[in-house]
Protein backbone atom coordinates (compact mmCIF):
# COMPACT_ATOMS: atom_id res chain seq x y z
CA UNK A 1 0.00 0.00 0.00
CA UNK A 2 1.23 3.14 -0.74
CA UNK A 3 0.71 5.84 1.89
CA UNK A 4 -0.22 9.72 1.02
CA UNK A 5 1.00 11.94 2.99
CA UNK A 6 1.22 15.87 3.20
CA UNK A 7 3.82 18.39 3.84
CA UNK A 8 3.11 21.15 6.90
CA UNK A 9 4.68 23.28 3.89
CA UNK A 10 0.71 23.31 2.94
CA UNK A 11 -0.65 25.06 6.30
CA UNK A 12 -0.57 28.61 6.21
CA UNK A 13 -0.27 28.64 9.83
CA UNK A 14 2.20 26.11 10.64
CA UNK A 15 0.94 26.08 14.08
CA UNK A 16 -2.35 25.20 13.17
CA UNK A 17 -1.59 20.79 12.99
CA UNK A 18 -5.21 20.26 12.78
CA UNK A 19 -5.52 22.14 9.69
CA UNK A 20 -3.81 18.85 8.00
CA UNK A 21 -6.50 16.58 9.17
CA UNK A 22 -8.33 17.68 6.27
CA UNK A 23 -6.13 15.54 3.72
CA UNK A 24 -6.33 12.61 5.74
CA UNK A 25 -2.92 12.09 5.80
CA UNK A 26 -1.16 8.78 6.63
CA UNK A 27 1.99 10.58 6.89
CA UNK A 28 2.70 14.27 7.44
CA UNK A 29 6.49 14.93 6.66
CA UNK A 30 7.13 18.33 8.85
CA UNK A 31 9.86 21.45 8.11
CA UNK A 32 11.22 24.16 9.40
CA UNK A 33 9.90 23.62 13.32
CA UNK A 34 11.62 24.58 15.88
CA UNK A 35 12.08 22.45 19.39
CA UNK A 36 9.59 23.87 21.64
CA UNK A 37 7.11 21.93 18.98
CA UNK A 38 8.70 18.94 18.72
CA UNK A 39 6.50 17.33 21.72
CA UNK A 40 3.20 18.91 20.70
CA UNK A 41 3.98 17.26 16.71
CA UNK A 42 4.56 13.57 18.64
CA UNK A 43 1.50 13.80 20.36
CA UNK A 44 -0.49 15.12 17.04
CA UNK A 45 0.48 12.36 15.68
CA UNK A 46 0.22 9.58 18.12
CA UNK A 47 -3.19 10.80 19.02
CA UNK A 48 -4.42 10.83 14.96
CA UNK A 49 -2.67 7.67 14.12
CA UNK A 50 -0.39 9.77 11.99
CA UNK A 51 3.15 8.56 11.09
CA UNK A 52 5.71 11.35 11.02
CA UNK A 53 8.40 12.53 8.34
CA UNK A 54 10.66 14.96 8.48
CA UNK A 55 12.07 17.54 5.78
CA UNK A 56 15.85 19.14 6.79
CA UNK A 57 15.92 21.10 8.76
CA UNK A 58 13.96 20.36 12.12
CA UNK A 59 14.57 21.16 14.55
CA UNK A 60 15.35 25.39 13.54
CA UNK A 61 15.59 27.43 16.28
CA UNK A 62 16.77 30.65 13.95
CA UNK A 63 14.39 33.49 13.84
CA UNK A 64 14.65 34.03 10.53
CA UNK A 65 13.15 31.80 8.01
CA UNK A 66 16.07 29.52 6.35
CA UNK A 67 16.93 30.99 3.24
CA UNK A 68 20.06 28.64 2.06
CA UNK A 69 20.84 25.02 2.22
CA UNK A 70 24.21 24.56 0.64
CA UNK A 71 25.34 20.83 1.46
CA UNK A 72 27.92 20.62 -1.39
CA UNK A 73 29.59 23.86 -0.91
CA UNK A 74 31.24 25.75 -2.42
CA UNK A 75 31.65 27.50 0.63
CA UNK A 76 32.86 25.05 3.79
CA UNK A 77 30.85 26.40 6.27
CA UNK A 78 27.88 26.41 4.49
CA UNK A 79 28.59 22.71 3.54
CA UNK A 80 29.39 22.55 7.67
CA UNK A 81 26.07 24.02 8.60
CA UNK A 82 24.16 22.16 6.39
CA UNK A 83 25.65 18.75 7.34
CA UNK A 84 25.00 19.78 11.34
CA UNK A 85 20.94 20.36 10.23
CA UNK A 86 21.26 17.42 8.56
CA UNK A 87 22.52 15.72 11.63
CA UNK A 88 20.34 17.32 13.62
CA UNK A 89 17.28 16.11 11.94
CA UNK A 90 18.02 12.79 11.85
CA UNK A 91 18.52 12.44 15.22
CA UNK A 92 14.85 13.95 15.98
CA UNK A 93 13.67 11.59 13.48
CA UNK A 94 15.15 8.51 15.17
CA UNK A 95 13.37 10.29 18.36
CA UNK A 96 10.37 10.26 17.03
CA UNK A 97 10.44 7.24 14.77
CA UNK A 98 9.41 9.12 11.42
CA UNK A 99 9.44 7.39 8.67
CA UNK A 100 11.94 8.90 6.89
CA UNK A 101 14.33 12.25 6.61
CA UNK A 102 14.27 14.18 3.16
CA UNK A 103 17.23 16.57 2.78
CA UNK A 104 17.88 18.61 -0.62
CA UNK A 105 21.06 17.47 -2.97
CA UNK A 106 23.06 19.41 -4.22
CA UNK A 107 23.60 22.74 -3.65
CA UNK A 108 21.16 24.82 -6.29
CA UNK A 109 23.09 28.20 -6.02
CA UNK A 110 25.40 29.63 -7.93
CA UNK A 111 27.65 29.51 -8.72
CA UNK A 112 28.79 26.17 -10.11
CA UNK A 113 32.48 25.27 -9.78
CA UNK A 114 33.50 21.64 -11.07
CA UNK A 115 36.58 22.02 -8.67
CA UNK A 116 35.60 19.81 -5.92
CA UNK A 117 32.19 19.23 -7.01
CA UNK A 118 32.95 15.26 -6.76
CA UNK A 119 34.59 15.47 -3.61
CA UNK A 120 31.47 17.86 -1.71
CA UNK A 121 28.86 15.64 -2.97
CA UNK A 122 30.92 12.11 -1.89
CA UNK A 123 31.81 13.32 1.53
CA UNK A 124 27.74 14.56 2.44
CA UNK A 125 26.45 11.53 0.88
CA UNK A 126 28.86 9.15 2.87
CA UNK A 127 28.18 11.28 6.04
CA UNK A 128 24.66 10.88 5.30
CA UNK A 129 25.15 6.87 4.90
CA UNK A 130 26.72 7.42 8.27
CA UNK A 131 24.06 8.96 10.21
CA UNK A 132 21.63 6.42 8.84
CA UNK A 133 23.23 3.74 9.56
CA UNK A 134 23.92 4.86 13.35
CA UNK A 135 20.30 5.88 13.97
CA UNK A 136 18.45 3.58 11.74
CA UNK A 137 16.78 5.99 10.18
CA UNK A 138 16.20 6.21 6.19
CA UNK A 139 17.60 9.31 4.44
CA UNK A 140 16.26 10.41 1.53
CA UNK A 141 18.23 13.25 -0.94
CA UNK A 142 15.81 15.52 -2.88
CA UNK A 143 16.35 15.73 -6.67
CA UNK A 144 16.40 19.39 -7.39
CA UNK A 145 16.72 21.42 -11.32
CA UNK A 146 19.04 24.20 -10.81
CA UNK A 147 22.63 22.39 -10.36
CA UNK A 148 24.14 21.88 -13.87
CA UNK A 149 26.40 18.94 -12.73
CA UNK A 150 24.02 16.88 -10.87
CA UNK A 151 20.41 17.23 -12.33
CA UNK A 152 19.60 14.24 -13.75
CA UNK A 153 18.32 10.96 -13.49
CA UNK A 154 21.37 9.22 -13.95
CA UNK A 155 23.21 11.51 -12.07
CA UNK A 156 21.13 10.61 -9.10
CA UNK A 157 21.10 7.28 -9.94
CA UNK A 158 24.99 7.35 -10.25
CA UNK A 159 25.16 9.47 -6.86
CA UNK A 160 22.99 6.78 -4.77
CA UNK A 161 24.93 3.52 -6.55
CA UNK A 162 26.65 1.98 -3.54
CA UNK A 163 24.61 3.67 -1.06
CA UNK A 164 21.80 1.05 0.30
CA UNK A 165 21.27 3.60 3.14
CA UNK A 166 20.16 6.31 1.15
CA UNK A 167 17.14 6.62 -1.01
CA UNK A 168 15.56 9.27 -3.59
CA UNK A 169 12.73 11.67 -2.82
CA UNK A 170 11.38 12.28 -6.19
CA UNK A 171 10.30 15.59 -6.40
CA UNK A 172 7.68 15.64 -9.32
CA UNK A 173 7.55 19.06 -10.16
CA UNK A 174 11.37 19.60 -9.92
CA UNK A 175 11.75 16.79 -12.78
CA UNK A 176 8.95 17.86 -14.77
CA UNK A 177 10.56 21.25 -15.27
CA UNK A 178 13.85 19.47 -17.00
CA UNK A 179 11.13 18.60 -20.22
CA UNK A 180 10.32 15.39 -21.09
CA UNK A 181 13.40 13.69 -21.98
CA UNK A 182 14.43 14.16 -18.02
CA UNK A 183 10.97 14.02 -16.77
CA UNK A 184 9.32 12.14 -13.81
CA UNK A 185 9.37 9.00 -15.75
CA UNK A 186 12.83 8.95 -16.56
CA UNK A 187 13.75 8.80 -12.71
CA UNK A 188 11.55 6.51 -12.07
CA UNK A 189 13.22 4.16 -14.87
CA UNK A 190 16.81 5.37 -13.64
CA UNK A 191 16.13 4.42 -9.83
CA UNK A 192 13.36 2.19 -10.03
CA UNK A 193 12.90 1.17 -6.01
CA UNK A 194 15.38 3.40 -5.01
CA UNK A 195 12.51 6.02 -4.98
CA UNK A 196 11.59 5.79 -1.14
CA UNK A 197 8.73 8.56 -1.79
CA UNK A 198 7.68 11.18 -3.98
CA UNK A 199 6.62 15.35 -3.53
CA UNK A 200 4.21 15.80 -5.31
CA UNK A 201 2.38 19.24 -6.49
CA UNK A 202 1.94 20.62 -10.11
CA UNK A 203 3.17 23.41 -12.28
CA UNK A 204 4.72 24.73 -15.17
CA UNK A 205 7.75 25.78 -16.57
CA UNK A 206 6.03 29.44 -17.29
CA UNK A 207 3.79 29.72 -14.26
CA UNK A 208 6.71 28.20 -11.49
CA UNK A 209 8.20 31.15 -11.19
CA UNK A 210 5.60 33.24 -10.34
CA UNK A 211 2.99 30.23 -8.65
CA UNK A 212 5.79 28.02 -7.20
CA UNK A 213 4.05 24.99 -6.31
CA UNK A 214 0.74 24.44 -7.06
CA UNK A 215 -1.94 21.93 -5.99
CA UNK A 216 -2.69 18.72 -8.10
CA UNK A 217 -6.35 19.04 -9.20
CA UNK A 218 -8.27 16.78 -12.26
CA UNK A 219 -7.45 18.99 -15.94
CA UNK A 220 -4.12 20.15 -15.52
CA UNK A 221 -3.50 18.84 -19.19
CA UNK A 222 0.04 17.67 -20.16
CA UNK A 223 -1.10 20.43 -23.59
CA UNK A 224 -1.39 23.08 -20.58
CA UNK A 225 2.28 22.26 -19.87
CA UNK A 226 1.23 20.30 -16.46
CA UNK A 227 2.05 16.93 -15.89
CA UNK A 228 -0.59 14.78 -16.16
CA UNK A 229 -1.32 13.84 -12.42
CA UNK A 230 -3.69 10.78 -13.48
CA UNK A 231 -1.74 9.52 -16.00
CA UNK A 232 1.84 9.38 -14.90
CA UNK A 233 1.57 8.68 -11.06
CA UNK A 234 0.10 4.98 -11.37
CA UNK A 235 3.21 4.42 -13.53
CA UNK A 236 5.75 5.98 -11.61
CA UNK A 237 4.53 4.19 -8.87
CA UNK A 238 4.43 0.50 -10.81
CA UNK A 239 8.08 1.28 -11.41
CA UNK A 240 9.47 2.25 -8.23
CA UNK A 241 7.18 1.08 -5.54
CA UNK A 242 7.32 4.03 -3.65
CA UNK A 243 5.60 3.77 0.26
CA UNK A 244 4.34 7.32 0.35
CA UNK A 245 3.39 9.96 -1.98
CA UNK A 246 3.70 13.27 0.07
CA UNK A 247 1.71 16.72 -1.14
CA UNK A 248 3.73 19.29 -0.99
CA UNK A 249 1.79 22.59 -2.52
CA UNK A 250 1.86 25.84 -1.36
CA UNK A 251 -0.87 27.07 1.05
CA UNK A 252 -4.18 26.99 -0.75
CA UNK A 253 -5.92 29.98 -1.89
CA UNK A 254 -9.13 31.17 -3.17
CA UNK A 255 -10.23 29.21 -6.12
CA UNK A 256 -8.28 26.24 -5.12
CA UNK A 257 -9.91 22.37 -4.57
CA UNK A 258 -10.56 21.96 -0.94
CA UNK A 259 -8.10 19.58 1.25
CA UNK A 260 -10.54 16.84 1.53
CA UNK A 261 -11.15 16.85 -2.22
CA UNK A 262 -7.54 16.81 -3.39
CA UNK A 263 -6.83 14.06 -0.66
CA UNK A 264 -9.53 11.87 -2.48
CA UNK A 265 -8.51 12.59 -5.85
CA UNK A 266 -4.95 11.71 -5.20
CA UNK A 267 -6.09 8.38 -3.23
CA UNK A 268 -8.21 7.01 -6.43
CA UNK A 269 -5.00 7.58 -8.69
CA UNK A 270 -3.20 5.78 -6.46
CA UNK A 271 -5.34 3.42 -6.20
CA UNK A 272 -5.39 2.84 -9.97
CA UNK A 273 -1.66 1.83 -10.14
CA UNK A 274 -0.65 -1.38 -11.87
CA UNK A 275 1.01 -3.76 -9.75
CA UNK A 276 4.78 -3.27 -9.20
CA UNK A 277 7.53 -4.19 -7.32
CA UNK A 278 7.61 -5.07 -3.80
CA UNK A 279 7.00 -2.53 -1.21
CA UNK A 280 9.58 -1.96 1.76
CA UNK A 281 8.56 -1.03 5.15
CA UNK A 282 9.86 1.79 7.06
CA UNK A 283 10.68 1.92 10.82
CA UNK A 284 8.33 1.01 12.95
CA UNK A 285 5.59 3.55 14.35
CA UNK A 286 6.31 5.69 17.26
CA UNK A 287 5.00 4.30 20.33
CA UNK A 288 2.70 7.07 22.76
CA UNK A 289 4.76 8.83 24.83
CA UNK A 290 7.84 7.37 23.90
CA UNK A 291 20.86 16.85 -22.29
CA UNK A 292 18.28 18.27 -20.39
CA UNK A 293 17.72 21.91 -19.75
CA UNK A 294 16.97 23.26 -16.55
CA UNK A 295 14.25 24.40 -14.52
CA UNK A 296 13.68 28.01 -14.53
CA UNK A 297 14.64 29.72 -11.47
CA UNK A 298 12.46 32.03 -9.85
CA UNK A 299 11.39 32.60 -5.55
CA UNK A 300 11.99 30.05 -3.23
CA UNK A 301 9.19 27.95 -2.94
CA UNK A 302 6.65 27.67 0.19
CA UNK A 303 7.44 24.13 1.31
CA UNK A 304 11.41 24.87 0.54
CA UNK A 305 12.21 28.51 1.38
Do not use: K
Not at 158 to 174: N, S
Amino acid sequence: MTLLGVSSGVLADRTDLAGLLAYEPDVVEFYNYPRSMLGTIGRFCDRHGIRPALHTPVPYDEPRPLRRFAPTGPDPDEAAAALRMTGATVRCAADLGALHVVVHFPSPYPPYPAAGFDSWCRDFLDAACGLAREHGVLVLVENLSAHPLLHSAADYRDALAGRPELGLCLDLGHAHLLGPRQGPLAYAQALGPAVRSMHLYNTTAARYPEHGHEPARPGQSAAAGYLPIAEVLPELLALTGAPAVVLEHRPLAAGDPEPGEIGRWIRSVIGRRRPGPPEEDGPPPRAPDGPARLAPTGPPCPAHP
